[in-house]
């Protein structure tokens, strides 16, 4: 059985930096692409950033773009998130995700795995 476990959330101040990260274990990942939702109270879910298997193709939302790093350890099975100038709007809950037909499904919210999720709070 897969499972997706996220760590690293918490309270912090705006501006400053925080690390998510995201242990999957169950089966193999080879192949498979890497990444992080987020959803605020009362919006829908959405796309903060993600990976390929090999780390050469990522892609962000505008919103998070130059502030935000998605990074993979394959070895670990693992996906992290490096946020990075924290701002108020980026309070929510962050979901790590898995898409096993790739980076390009993940970005359009094709995902097959998800993990619970973990609460990361800006106050400004």
């Known amino acids: 059985q897969v499972q997706l476990v996220e760590s690293g959330g918490g309270l912090v101040q705006a501006g400053a930096s925080l690390r998510l990260s995201c242990a999957a274990s169950?089966?193999?990942?080879?192949?498979?692409?890497m990444g992080w939702f987020r959803q605020a109270p009362g919006k829908e879910r959405e796309f903060v950033g993600g990976?390929?298997?090999?780390?050469?193709?990522?892609s962000y939302s505008d919103s998070v773009k130059g502030r935000f790093t998605v990074s993979r350890d394959n070895a670990k099975n693992t996906v992290y998130l490096q946020m990075n100038s924290l701002k108020p709007e980026d309070t929510a809950v962050y979901y790590c995700?898995?898409?096993?037909?790739?980076?390009?499904?993940?970005?359009?919210?094709?995902?097959?795995?998800w993990g619970k999720g973990a609460l990361v709070t800006v106050s400004s």
């Open positions: 990976s390929s298997w090999s780390g050469g193709d990522t």
């Open positions: 995700a898995v898409a096993v037909r790739g980076i390009r499904t993940l970005v359009r919210g094709v995902v097959d795995y």
């Open positions: 169950g089966r193999t990942f080879d192949y498979y692409a």
